[in-house]
């Protein structure tokens, strides 16, 4: 992995500096809370329901051993024992205090590690295939590229005050893993004919109230330009991007605005400008960083199956583990692991101090000392012997990490929602969790197959909604109760779409109801094995949305005073949301 350089390490000490002094000031009075907001948001701190809440940057979701020691570490001292993963492959603590932040920064920075960039109209983390470098259907290696961009951007004084946040993400896989479509630039770095590299590169693609499937603008983008052509799409979006109106303001407004045939003209009429200039990225550039994401050093594996499979025989729950949570690794022998943090009655996406612990422990083990964060919360150790799979589930069984469901109905995508975040018109953990609870069957799961479900509280999206194949979404009432919004057929990967409305909202108490109806739908109409989406995709929103409307549905039962006592992660502090 990337390892900072002497320049690296002055730019972060530089700034921790900066940021003490800023809440020296803030703290003193000599800053308003006006004044002190930007400063803040420049350094991921953001002001929530209860308290701060710190987004840390994981570029391209990749960890250190000794890293996610430091973020469990932050976890006990600052936080209440428990960090929250993210869509975006960041990490958040949610209970921080403003005068513990200048420590905790300079904490981060001990281990090659930042908050800048997590917030603000600039560029924010760039994000990749969770599985880069190991996957079996990999073609290139998208990581020294997106360190490039990442180097490039940080701090980058024509792209930190763009109309609004920009999101960019890239892989290098034949199956979409990093959701490209649905990013501001998407990348796939790919081979023409002539066997030379290159990228397809997507524009205006996006979620939140307006979410949009992004359009390819360039088929293929010699390496090279890489920088210099992103650098012309953003010149574009800073010149004739909205900034009177931030629900406006993204680049898949522009994009749609303007049509995509005219943002290509535009982007190549000014790339023509800068496309050979200092930008163009050299073979010695792209050689050096590459140096940072050399091969393991992989022994010579002969893969034996015969003990796997007699201990498969034998235990039911490793079976269904190695079934769903052991994906195939491109080195013989090998296997990457997807560490779940999707077990009934913990938050998606929470991991405790005790567990972070625990994971790094096991990447020193069993993974050359690394692991990575997926899109969907959970963690990966990327490269595992086929020989130490059974001890590593033993352990990671016994640290509530080991839930056989990646990919199945209850590995729930889910924002914050209500509980912490301002924005949120509904929370969305607890229901998370009434609809694993709901679920939570492993047959009935393992039967139902493949299905993504996500749940965001507002409009934003930070769960990833739009592209559910079934995805729920808080919406806002003038008599503030909570009301949910669902919708079908949304996807994410190769083929990505935007889901379909069924209709009204539901209360909180029946969404657990509706999603059992759609199911019923889908096991009446489904071919052999079919999955979710495609049965969506074959019939139509119009049956689902006959069988739920159908009659009144029955809501789960109510908790007292409408509220769930649920634990995020396992910390011992229990919490009731104030607003409900």
């Not at 993963?85 to 513990?100: A, G, H, P, V, Y």
């Not at 650098?231 to 605005?257: C, H, P, S, T, W």
């Not at 992989?298 to 769903?324: G, I, Q, V």
Request: charged fraction near 25%.
């Amino acid at each position: 992995m990337y390892r900072y350089d002497q320049y690296d390490q002055q730019i972060v000490k530089e700034r921790v500096a900066q940021y003490r002094d800023q809440v020296r000031r803030r703290l003193s009075n000599e800053l308003t809370e006006e004044e002190f907001l930007p400063l803040r948001l420049q350094n991921g701190l953001y002001m929530q329901v209860h308290a701060y809440m710190l987004r840390i940057a994981v570029p391209y979701g990749l960890l250190s051993s000794e890293q996610i020691r430091m973020l469990s570490h932050i976890a006990r001292k600052y936080d209440r024992g428990y960090g929250h993963f993210t869509t975006r492959q960041n990490i958040q603590f949610n209970w921080i205090k403003l005068e513990d932040t200048p420590d905790i920064l300079a904490d981060l920075a001990s281990v090659e590690m930042h908050a800048n960039q997590t917030s603000g109209n600039c560029i924010r983390n760039i994000t990749s295939d969770e599985y880069a470098g190991v996957a079996a259907d990999e073609e290139i290696d998208p990581r020294p590229y997106a360190e490039i961009l990442r180097h490039w951007t940080t701090f980058h004084p024509e792209f930190g005050y763009l109309p609004r946040k920009f999101k960019i993400a890239i892989t290098g896989a034949k199956e979409d893993r990093a959701a490209i479509q649905i990013h501001d630039v998407g990348l796939a770095v790919i081979k023409n004919d002539q066997g030379e590299i290159g990228f397809r590169v997507l524009v205006g693609g996006g979620l939140g109230r307006t979410p949009i499937i992004g359009p390819v603008i360039c088929e293929f983008l010699p390496w090279q330009h890489m920088m210099t052509y992103i650098e012309a799409i953003m010149r574009v979006y800073n010149q004739y991007g909205r900034r009177d109106n931030k629900f406006k303001a993204r680049i898949k407004i522009l994009v749609k605005a303007l049509g995509v045939e005219e943002f290509t003209r535009q982007v190549e009429a000014e790339w023509q400008d800068i496309k050979d200039g200092s930008g163009t990225l050299t073979t010695e550039e792209f050689d050096r960083v590459s140096t940072y994401f050399t091969e393991p050093d992989y022994e010579k594996l002969t893969p034996n199956s015969a003990d796997l499979d007699s201990f498969k025989a034998e235990n039911l729950a490793f079976a269904n583990w190695m079934r769903r949570n052991v994906k195939p690794h491109r080195v013989p022998g090998y296997a990457i692991v997807v560490l779940s943090l999707k077990k009934t009655e913990i938050a998606p996406g929470d991991v405790s101090a005790e567990q972070m612990d625990v994971v790094a422990d096991l990447a020193d083990r069993f993974s050359f000392g690394e692991l990575r964060i997926t899109h969907k919360q959970n963690l990966v150790l990327a490269d595992v012997k086929q020989s130490d799979l059974i001890t590593l589930w033993k352990i990671a069984a016994a640290n509530g990490m080991a839930s056989p469901n990646i990919g199945l109905l209850t590995d729930v995508i889910t924002c914050p929602g209500a509980e912490f975040c301002t924005l949120a018109n509904v929370r969305s953990i607890p229901l998370a969790q009434k609809i694993a609870e709901r679920f939570d069957n492993l047959d009935f799961q393992h039967d139902i197959g493949e299905i993504e479900i996500n749940i965001s509280g507002c409009m934003n999206a930070c769960g990833h909604n739009p592209v559910g194949n079934i995805g729920i979404t808080g919406v806002e009432k003038k008599n503030h109760d909570e009301w949910y919004q669902v919708a079908v057929g949304g996807s994410k990967g190769n083929h990505s779409s935007i889901g379909k409305i069924i209709g009204p909202s539901f209360t909180f108490n029946q969404v657990p109801g509706v999603i059992d109806r759609l199911l019923q739908v889908y096991l009446r109409e489904r071919i052999e094995a079919e999955r979710f989406i495609d049965t969506v995709r074959r019939i139509g929103v119009q049956p689902f949305k006959e069988h739920v409307y159908a009659s009144e549905i029955e809501a789960e039962p109510e908790e007292v005073n409408n509220k769930i006592e649920f634990k995020p992660a396992q910390y011992s502090v229990p919490f009731y949301s104030p607003r409900f």
